[in-house]
């Protein structure tokens, strides 16, 4: 078990190279659960390496194990606000995420598309047979979020979790040559 006190016996802060893992409960605006990760694994994330949302990272800086809180943010500080000009046209073969292998894409459907940028959530608009209308806007983009946190771990980042900004889990690799 890794401890959350450092030699002093005080309770590490979350700061800038600390990976810290929380629960949450992400709800709209009217209060209404989005998703959450009660039941599951904690989210985790390498503080002050841009990995989470910019009003998360903020609200979470200076917190401990065991603090327990919730953050509401406006969408600039959270998924953006809508861009009416993200709307594309892509190959059907280029979408992934569906279902099962019998279902077919549908307007409202939640997708995967590989971009220069990396995996990108995209929300179906309207299909054809060989193309998509998809909008790339994140499905959460323009929405106040709010966000109840429970802080379970903090720990120091190992030199190479900085070195490649993001958290090493200890059963994978990122695929960086060490």
């Known amino acids: 078990m890794v401890s959350d006190e450092n030699l002093f016996g005080n309770k ?106 990396g995996q990108r959530q995209v929300t179906v608009l309207k299909t054809g047979k060989f193309m998509v209308t998809v909008d790339i806007n994140p499905p959460l983009a323009g929405k106040v979020l709010t966000f109840d946190i429970e802080v379970v771990d903090v720990r120091e980042a190992t030199e190479d979790e900085v070195k490649h900004g993001h958290v090493h889990s200890a059963d994978s690799s990122c695929g960086h040559d060490h």
């Open 12 to 117: 590490m802060k979350i700061t800038d190279k600390t990976v810290v893992q929380f629960h949450y409960v992400l709800k709209n605006e009217a209060g209404e659960e989005i998703e959450s990760s009660q039941g599951g694994e904690p989210l985790a994330y390498l503080h002050g390496a841009n990995n989470t949302l910019a009003g998360l990272e903020k609200a979470l800086t200076d917190k401990e194990v065991g603090d327990k809180f919730s953050v509401t943010l406006q969408p600039e500080d959270a998924y953006g606000d809508r861009q009416e000009d993200l709307i594309q046209r892509v190959p059907v073969k280029h979408l992934q995420g569906l279902p099962s292998k019998n279902a077919k894409w549908k307007a409202g459907m939640i997708g995967v598309v590989h971009t220069e940028q």
